[in-house]
């Protein structure tokens, strides 16, 4: 799950330094969220996990 969201985040920092346009960085402003989103969820179940196994 952690791979899938830094896949969807990556992009997005690279488009931050390169000169966009509004539309372009709009595109990628969504898939980002739901990278950010996944990433979250993913740290969540790992430190459920390790709660779990102490």
Same mark, same amino acid.
């Given at each position: 799950?952690?791979?899938?969201?830094?896949?969807?985040?990556?992009?997005?920092? +690279?488009?931050?330094?390169?000169?966009?346009? %509004?539309?372009?960085?709009? %595109?990628?402003?969504?898939? %980002?969220?739901? +990278?950010?989103?996944?990433?979250? %969820?993913?740290? $969540?179940?790992?430190?459920?996990? $390790?709660?779990? $196994?102490?």
């Amino acid at each position: 799950m952690m791979v899938i969201a830094l896949s969807m985040i990556l992009p997005l920092i +690279g488009i931050l330094f390169s000169k966009i346009s %509004a539309e372009d960085l709009i %595109a990628f402003v969504f898939p %980002a969220f739901i +990278g950010v989103i996944l990433f979250y %969820a993913a740290i $969540r179940e790992m430190l459920e996990k $390790r709660k779990f $196994r102490k």
